[in-house]
């Protein structure tokens, strides 16, 4: 297999902390003392620079309810639309600026929040029980976004070449559409948003941001961040609230875009309410989604279980399993299926659980009481089935023991449906064949994993997988910006792949310029 | 001063050249087993092209998972697949390939050929089927250091079962070294006796909890398991050594082993011993934190420092390079191979607190231990040399000759536990710049002896 590289002049992903080494964990736990001094944090409606009062959205800590990370305003229907007001105006003057100036700003973001990653980690450590390594990885993602994002940005508005005949000129080049809406989830509460918004910005359009009522401190974060390089408060607007003010935005007839991530149910309904063309509304609504996943394993009966156990573990129960890419289900050969579920188990059973706070967890609180009760009850359904579970877990605290069950009916929900928290099913295949079968018969497709060491296998099962993102011989969880463009088929997304080449062409609108350069039967050029 | 030590270095590397060649005229005849033949051909065709070395080892890695010959075949014909230029014998078995029969005869002969292979390196599934080769190194004047290979430990039973084999291991041992010939070379110092029982032992596989950013947690884990293996080694009074392994591990392992061995019931034995890696650019400040402690400590008897290279230099690497770090390693093999005297000297100095074990088959990196060691007025017995079985045979051989004391580390274990480890070392001995390369190439002595 030939692989081809694209490079972005100049980018490279921010280094995660060298966690093995103490003095950076050290110097991650000063952070967290010096944010908890400063808890909760003020986290306003800002439209068009106006800060409106920090009240009517809690955000807590999952580990420790009791504790207030942070008080943010509660966007309402009007707010939403007067920020959009705002944001049609702004757009006008971010649109108008070059290329390279946009860039400019966002790569200063980007310098605000490296200097301040350490307290950023530390905030997403208490706002969404994120564990360090992933906090931290979230931070880097962020920067990486709009490190990426300000380069692509600059290397799009060269337009792309087109053919050239005679006596013609032709160009093609790509201007932003306009007010774009940015609906973001919890569980990257600092990357998602980030890239959502870097990604508007950077192709010269204005942004709503409407952050998820989890997680509104790591949004106003990134909003300063924003501000702070230059991006003008016209241009961007933060919108802290629940379902109604989001929905607002997507039906607002003045929006263009609608980038959101977060769940299917949620994602259908965008799609639905944004396809309808209102009085007064001159485009046609774009939406950029990412869904949901029940993302597979293929575990080959060559597979090397000695990755394939830890890399499983941590794909199915890092950060609690509450990642769009989490690991799912396994889809084991029969031949491999004992002992593989024997060492899953043993590997389940003595999972770290705890605090976010503590380098030892491997597997926080979820994040709110109504996943505990969702994950709960799905694991309750298949009680009979229980393989491993890593018990007993802290009393406080939306905790969830991490568990492995086998075995069940291929219909149960606990198969079909995505639970995102941490719970395992493991079914057993006759071969690779079946696996894909099953994978077939799923609606999503984000992420998929291969274990195998056969080349021909790997070659086979990468044709038919319908994933957007396949992993071979590693986990399933992780990816890197310019790296591994991210992103689901079928009902899991709209196939735009963040973080990769492509992305930025979701935000903006193609023209074509054809001159006739014939003067008197005589080119002029 | 500055006078002095040139003259002191200019000594030990004139000491240096001389032993260097006295060893290497000692080096056995090559070529008197078929076998050994054939096996030197497949290492030499796989240093040359990359490619094929990578199909090869990854066929040697898949072997014990394969179920059938037909399995073993397919898998091999998928990696020689992705050659570009094949070999005439690769080509062979490439057209073997497309007859059930042909599957069957090509399966069964990469199958003799990989557990050839391995028997190389590994001396038998367990520790009594190992006894015999044990003993004849013994009787040609080599101790043994026994090495457990495992798979990766996910599972508490794992880490449980590789305590218990730990324990077997020494019991296995020391039921049968009483019946092993004296050889006083290996059996004292002047510090005191050298027990004929030695096993080397991996924290990693003696917990599943071990993870960089959460030292402590792994650590207490392995520790619980180490005491009783500490303790029984103590009563037979066998050594027992920490391997080292890699920089993700580190903190734990060394950690681990002082405070174990500061605890009251284990401050008068067993002889134990930790590794140092000189690929590491802070290894230099880990063994000064060694011999802190040794000072400090008043245990006995002294630890035993293995001195080595570092064998996960592929994974250093390229964790670092992803990741965005500075790699933990030197970059260039000959920094290395500097460190590595360095460290040598400085290893040697702190003798009585510590007793030195020079770790290495390059015979630049031997030899200058051997010299420096005279340079200090020492007898051979007060220095330890070790290689791997396998690859340090000869050179093992040739410093028997001379009456030098010399340990070979013996892994045991099953095919698939081994496996890893067979990879490690093939890869070693195929990397262009080992010093194994070289001297297979025939590089001449003058440069296998050059500083680095
Ligand atoms: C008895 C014994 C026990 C051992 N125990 C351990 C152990 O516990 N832990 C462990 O990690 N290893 C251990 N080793 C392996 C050892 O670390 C080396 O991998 C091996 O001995 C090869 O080193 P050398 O000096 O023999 O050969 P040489 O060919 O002289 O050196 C090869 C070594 O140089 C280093 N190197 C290669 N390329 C580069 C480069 N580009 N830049 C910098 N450095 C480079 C690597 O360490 C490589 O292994 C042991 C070896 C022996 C003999």
Redesign the interface.
């Known amino acids: 297999m030939t692989v081809s590289e694209h490079t972005t002049a100049g980018f490279?992903?921010?280094?995660?902390l060298?966690?093995?080494r103490?003095p950076a964990?050290e110097s991650l736990l000063a952070a967290l003392r010096e944010l908890d001094a400063k808890l909760p944090l003020k986290v306003p409606v800002v439209i068009g620079g106006d800060r409106g009062a920090a009240e009517g959205i809690d955000s807590t800590d999952p580990g420790a309810p009791e504790r207030l990370v942070a008080r943010a305003g509660r966007a309402s229907e009007e707010d939403a639309a007067a920020a959009v007001e705002v944001a049609v105006r702004g757009f006008r003057e971010w649109g108008a600026r070059p290329a390279v100036e946009r860039a400019e700003a966002l790569r200063g973001a980007a310098a605000r929040l490296r200097e301040r990653r350490l307290e950023l980690a530390a905030l997403q450590v208490r706002e969404c029980a994120k564990p360090?390594?992933e906090a931290d990885a979230d931070v880097c993602e962020a920067i990486d976004f709009l490190e990426y994002y300000a380069r692509e940005a600059i290397e799009l508005d060269r337009g792309r070449p087109i053919l050239q005949a005679p006596g013609e000129r032709n160009t093609m080049r790509y201007v932003p559409r306009g007010v774009t809406a940015v609906i973001s989830p919890w569980n990257f509460p600092l990357a998602i948003p980030c890239g959502m918004t870097a990604a508007a910005l950077a192709t010269g359009n204005a942004v709503v941001l409407k952050p998820a009522e989890q997680s509104p401190g790591s949004a106003g974060a990134l909003a300063d961040a924003l501000y702070g390089a230059g991006v003008p408060p016209d241009a961007l607007a933060l919108v802290p609230g629940y379902g109604d003010a989001g929905a607002a935005l997507v039906r607002d007839p003045r929006v263009h875009v609608i980038a959101f991530t977060g769940s299917g149910a949620v994602g259908l309904e965008i799609l639905r309410s944004a396809a309808e063309t209102l009085e007064g509304q001159d485009h046609v609504k774009r939406v950029v989604s990412e869904m949901g996943g029940k993302n597979c394993v293929i575990v080959d009966?060559?597979?090397?279980?000695?990755d394939a156990?830890?890399e499983i573990?941590y794909s199915a129960f890092g950060y609690a399993g509450q990642k769009c890419s989490a690991a799912a289900r396994v889809l084991v050969h029969e031949?491999t299926a004992d002992t593989l579920v024997?060492?899953l188990?043993?590997?389940v059973?003595?999972l770290?659980v705890g605090q976010a706070e503590?380098?030892?967890t491997?597997v926080p609180p979820v994040i709110e009481r109504e996943s505990q009760e969702r994950v709960m009850s799905h694991r309750a359904s298949a009680a009979d089935h229980l393989a491993a579970s890593a018990e007993p877990v802290p009393e406080r605290g939306w905790f969830v023991p991490p568990s492995v069950v086998v075995g069940l009916p291929e219909d149960s929900p606990v198969n079909r449906e995505e639970i995102f928290g941490p719970l395992l099913a493991v079914t057993t295949v006759r071969d690779v064949d079946e696996a894909m079968d099953v994978i077939d018969s799923l609606p999503f497709a984000l992420t998929g994993g291969l274990f195998s060491?056969?080349?021909?296998t790997v070659e086979r099962v990468a044709a038919r997988s319908p994933v957007g993102n396949l992993y071979v011989n590693r986990g399933i969880t992780g990816a890197m910006v310019g790296r591994q463009p991210f992103g689901g088929n079928r009902r899991s997304g709209s196939g735009a792949k963040a973080g990769g080449p492509d992305y930025l062409l979701q935000f903006v609108e193609p023209r074509v310029v054809t001159e006739n350069t014939m003067r008197h039967g005589i080119p002029v050029e | 001063m500055e006078a002095e030590l040139q003259r002191v270095g200019r000594a030990v590397e004139a000491e240096l050249q001389r032993i260097g060649r006295l060893i290497h005229a000692a080096f056995p005849g090559r070529g008197l087993n078929p076998l050994r033949a054939l096996d030197h051909k497949a290492m030499e065709l796989a240093s040359q092209d990359m490619e094929l070395r990578a199909a090869l080892f990854r066929f040697v890695d898949v072997t014990p998972a394969c179920r059938s010959l037909d399995d073993l075949a397919r898998h091999l014909t998928g990696y020689l697949d992705e050659v570009d230029a094949r070999p005439p014998p690769l080509e062979a078995a490439m057209k073997m390939s497309g007859t059930k029969a042909g599957r069957a005869a090509l399966g069964a002969a990469a199958a003799a050929g990989v557990r050839r292979m391995a028997h190389r390196f590994i001396v038998g599934e367990t520790p009594r089927a190992a006894l015999r080769s044990i003993r004849d190194l013994w009787e040609h004047g080599a101790a043994v250091s026994l090495d457990l290979l495992g798979e990766t430990t996910v599972t508490e039973a794992e880490a449980d079962h590789y305590a218990a084999r730990c324990v077997d291991a020494l019991e296995t041992l020391a039921a049968a070294a009483p019946r092993w010939p004296g050889r006083p070379v290996l059996e004292a110092d002047s510090l005191g006796p050298l027990p004929r029982v030695n096993l080397s032992a991996k924290v990693s596989a003696l917990t599943p909890l071990l993870r960089p950013e959460a030292p402590e947690l792994g650590r207490e884990d392995a520790a619980r398991r180490m005491r009783p293996v500490l303790a029984r080694a103590k009563e037979l009074g066998a050594h027992l050594h920490i391997d080292m392994e890699s920089v993700d591990t580190q903190e734990a392992t060394l950690d681990l082993v002082f405070e174990l061995l500061d605890e009251p019931e284990l401050r008068d034995g067993p002889s134990a011993g930790i590794v140092i890696q000189a690929y590491l650019r802070e290894s230099p400040e880990q063994l000064e934190r060694v011999i802190d402690w040794a000072r400090g400590t008043g245990r006995r008897p002294p630890l035993v420092v293995r001195l080595v290279k570092g064998a996960y230099w592929d994974q250093e690497v390229v964790e670092a390079r992803q990741h965005g770090w500075t790699p933990p390693v030197f970059e260039a093999k000959r920094e290395s191979d500097r460190n590595f005297e360095v460290l040598t000297r400085r290893l040697l100095e702190s003798w009585p607190y510590l007793r030195p074990a020079i770790a290495s088959h390059n015979l630049r990196s031997v030899a200058h231990a051997v010299a420096y060691n005279r340079e200090l007025g020492r007898e051979h017995r007060e220095l330890e040399l070790q290689v791997l079985r396998g690859l340090g045979d000869d050179l093992a051989a040739a410093l028997t000759q001379h009456g030098m004391r010399v340990r070979v580390y013996c892994p045991v274990g099953d095919l698939v536990a081994g496996m890893a480890y067979l990879v490690r070392r093939l890869l070693e001995n195929t990397a262009n710049e080992s010093f194994l390369g070289e001297q297979q190439r025939g590089t001449p002595i003058e440069e296998l002896l050059a500083a680095p």
């Open positions: 490279r992903n921010e280094p995660i060298e966690l093995r103490a964990r360090w390594g009966s060559d597979a090397d279980l000695d156990v830890p573990v031949a024997e060492r188990a043993g590997a059973n003595v770290t503590s380098f030892a491997e060491r056969s080349p021909a």
